[in-house]
């Protein structure tokens, strides 16, 4: 059957001389399908750098012998009249790999089985190969034994008690010889990724968690497999072959297979939208609506992306909440808010700051944290200019009342987000919330910036003596961007572009010198200071993931 170039990607991978290795993806998997590819891949790449590692290892055994035998040879002609150094029992175990089986080839010249360019990928040899790493197989320390009973001096108990120190021994010996052994695999696993053996420990502990989750979904359908956790393993599963691809180019290919994979998936879950789009409508024009999409909301564009408008400040139509909310979870499925009345009340009231947090945000976390339990990257990176109240991380937060600031000591104090390198962004309005309970601190003078690579900055819009956002306590405001200025981006920030001058504002407030009730107000000892104020951000737009 014919099939389209577009919806179905073939690849074919340069293995031999002989032959090519091809791999096709057909155009419906489940999230299921998509997890065990995933896992396909990243167990290969590990079992491959584990082949490189025993290899290494190997080696370096053999040149340990050497320079052992070597010296010992040199000893023995220093002193005739004495005995070869020779290594202990325990370092020609530690020396002597378990898992190199010596056997005769045909024409009767040793070979191991374990120098096999290839590894054979099983689900076992993946498992076991994490347990290597994560140090699963270690002896166990036995348990304190009975205190034996009878004469001290007779011969049975002396008899007994050397057995048990004996077979103690023996124990601590292979206690030291697997702790020997471990470390220098953990050292060579360090050493050729370049990298602390608390980043590969992580890395592995997160392969495995997808393997028991791989094995208990099984024999039934997983509903906590969503879209976005996909997307989160395609993000972890990139940044570990990247790594793994620069120590051995034998995990290029794997590398790439994960690239072009998660292309693949991106067209699924646009064309899911499209579909689920044009059912909604076709529905909506059944029952006697008008069929056209609902421009007050998040929707579908033709081209599959999506389209986020504003409707009041923090409200839950925005790009920001997307991330971090159960919209994201599950593509289609939106929490239901409260809008509508409360919505044109919040638009109304917002001067007063009542209605700024109206909604019930049940399943919403922030989108620059970590998901709780886990350590993968945050699907949004927050930054700002330096270090000042609060942290960089407020910016992406819904809570009102969130004290958050940068320094005041230097010009151009900042505030920014990064949607990371698979989101861009065409921004048509953006909200912001003040980060004091000091009104006279409101911002003023600044500039809305975007970029592609957060190296080169170009305006979206700028403000200047810009009186929107109210000298309230967490006041907010939204601002419309003009239809030239959507531009592609990667990153936003706000940038304050003129110094806060207090005593300026105090005057303009009405504030009799000498007269405040404000006592931090009375006795600030910079009357102009460069601290930019912000403990909320939102944005809307058109969202589209490459």
């Not at 293995?15 to 896992?39: A, H, M």
């Not at 008899?159 to 030291?176: D, F, I």
């Not at 290919?253 to 899911?272: A, D, G, I």
């Amino acid at each position: 059957m014919a099939t389209d170039n577009k919806h179905f990607r073939r690849l074919t991978q340069k293995t031999s001389n002989v032959n090519d290795y091809t791999i096709e993806f057909p155009l419906e998997l489940t999230q299921q399908d998509y997890l065990r590819r995933i896992f396909n891949q990243c167990g290969g790449a590990f079992l491959q750098i584990s082949l490189s590692i025993d290899q290494t290892i190997r080696e370096q055994n053999a040149a340990d012998q050497e320079l052992a035998v070597a010296a010992a040879f040199a000893g023995a002609n220093q002193h005739d009249d004495g005995d070869i150094a020779t290594t202990s029992a325990l370092d020609e175990e530690v020396d002597a790999p378990d898992d190199e089986i010596i056997e005769e080839d045909k024409n009767g010249s040793p070979r191991s089985e374990a120098t096999s360019t290839t590894p054979l990928f099983t689900p076992q040899a993946v498992r076991k190969c994490l347990s290597n790493i994560l140090d699963d197989g270690a002896p166990k320390t036995p348990a304190p034994w009975k205190a034996l009973t009878g004469n001290k001096k007779s011969k049975a108990y002396k008899t007994k008690e050397k057995k048990r120190q004996q077979k103690l021994q023996k124990v601590l010996v292979k206690q030291q010889k697997h702790q020997a052994k471990q470390v220098q695999y953990q050292t060579t696993w360090s050493v050729l990724l370049s990298r602390e053996i608390s980043w590969i420990e992580e890395r592995a502990k997160w392969l495995h968690e997808m393997q028991k989750v791989l094995e208990q979904s099984e024999m039934n359908y997983d509903s906590s497999i969503t879209d976005t956790t996909i997307k989160r393993e395609f993000q972890t599963a990139i940044d570990v072959l990247c790594v793994f691809g620069e120590a051995d180019s034998n995990c290029q290919w794997y590398l790439h297979n994960v690239q072009q994979l998660r292309s693949q998936f991106m067209y699924h879950c646009k064309f899911r939208r499209e579909r689920r789009q044009k059912e909604i409508l076709a529905d909506q024009k059944a029952r006697g609506g008008t069929g056209v999409p609902n421009e007050s909301g998040r929707g579908v564009n033709e081209d599959g992306t999506l389209q986020f408008n504003y409707t009041y400040d923090f409200d839950r139509k925005g790009i920001l909440y997307y991330f971090g909310s159960n919209a994201n979870l599950e593509e289609g499925k939106e929490v239901e808010g409260k809008e509508g009345k409360e919505g044109k009340e919040g638009k109304e009231g917002k001067e007063s700051n009542d209605t700024q947090a109206v909604d019930d945000d049940t399943g919403w976390s922030n989108p620059s944290l970590p998901p709780l339990g886990t350590s993968s990257t945050p699907q949004i990176r927050a930054f700002r200019s330096s270090e000042g109240a609060g942290k960089a991380t407020d910016i992406c937060g819904r809570k009102s009342g969130v004290y958050s600031c940068t320094d005041y000591r230097k010009p151009r104090q900042y505030y920014g987000i990064d949607f990371g390198p698979f989101y861009r962004v065409y921004p048509n309005a953006y909200t912001l919330r003040h980060g004091s309970s000091q009104g006279i601190l409101a911002l003023r003078d600044w500039t809305f910036e975007g970029s592609q690579d957060g190296k080169k900055w170009f305006p979206i819009r700028k403000h200047r003596a810009d009186m929107e956002l109210p000298r309230l306590s967490y006041s907010t405001n939204t601002w419309k961007i003009e239809k030239n200025n959507q531009r592609r981006c990667r990153m936003l920030r706000v940038v304050q572009t003129k110094a806060v001058d207090v005593s300026e504002r105090l005057h303009d407030s009405g504030v009799v010198e000498g007269k405040s009730n404000d006592a931090t107000v009375e006795s600030h000892p910079h009357p102009q200071h460069h601290a930019l104020f912000l403990s909320g951000i939102e944005v809307y737009g058109r969202l589209e993931e490459i």
